[in-house]
């Protein structure tokens, strides 16, 4: 059993949010995921959706930044958030401060989320509140692994996102449940999506290999979500 929220209050005003959202407790023997990924996934997927439309209407690529690939990766923003959920172990609040951490670098920077920087963006910040959040955790090798790329290039997106940050890594109970109610907001948005959205690259076309289920290293081999 994994206790999500504990450190943030589940007795809160706003309990029911976080059992809503699969924050104050979560065994690991459950068939379904807590609610808060999908969530998480939409809101960023949607964020994507909107940042490419404006670019592609303004004829700009965007600034490029340690963040971007050149190709996009395989996997949907919902597969690869539900990947590193189930190979590294973390909590489900992880989660919501991961949003935090992203929120507060969007603030910070003109950076812009696209199919070719979010699943970079989001390993970063989840391994950072990972580190923040839990008890244990792995270092960053296996975060790396369970992520796609390597550890050189995990270590320096740690430290760039830090940097932005100022390292200023706490968040308050206060910040947390605001940031849940938000979610919870976003979540019961009636979405004008008929799917997930398959993330590709811009003239690249379609990457058609599906490496959703696999581990983090299958006989010695690691498993990449990225082609770099």
Not at 15 to 20: F, G, I, L, R
Request: hydrophobic residues 40%.
């Amino acid at each position: 059993m994994i206790m999500g929220a504990d450190g943030f209050g589940t007795k809160s005003a706003i309990s029911k949010t976080y059992a809503n959202m699969g924050l104050d407790q979560y065994d690991r023997g459950d068939k379904a995921h807590p609610k808060i990924l999908s969530i998480l996934a939409s809101v960023l997927e949607r964020s994507v959706q909107k940042n490419e439309k404006a670019l592609k209407g303004s004829k700009e690529r965007g600034v490029v930044t340690v963040f971007h690939g050149t190709i996009a990766p395989v996997l949907t923003v919902q597969q690869y958030i539900e990947r590193i959920f189930k190979y590294s172990n973390c909590s489900p609040s992880c989660f919501v401060v991961a949003y935090v951490y992203l929120e507060r670098f969007l603030n910070l920077t003109d950076f812009l989320l696209t199919s070719l920087n979010v699943h970079r963006i989001l390993i970063t910040s989840i391994v950072l509140a990972v580190k923040i959040v839990d008890d244990d955790c792995y270092n960053n090798a296996y975060y790396a692994k369970v992520g796609g790329i390597t550890t050189p290039e995990l270590n320096k997106l740690e430290m760039k996102f830090l940097a932005a940050l100022d390292f200023q890594l706490h968040v308050s109970v206060e910040s947390f449940d605001k940031y849940c109610l938000q979610l919870e907001k976003e979540a019961n948005v009636k979405l004008q999506i008929d799917r997930p959205i398959r993330i590709f690259a811009w003239g690249k076309g379609l990457i058609n290999k599906d490496i959703s289920n696999c581990s983090p290293t299958v006989g010695g081999y690691t498993c990449r979500a990225f082609k770099v």
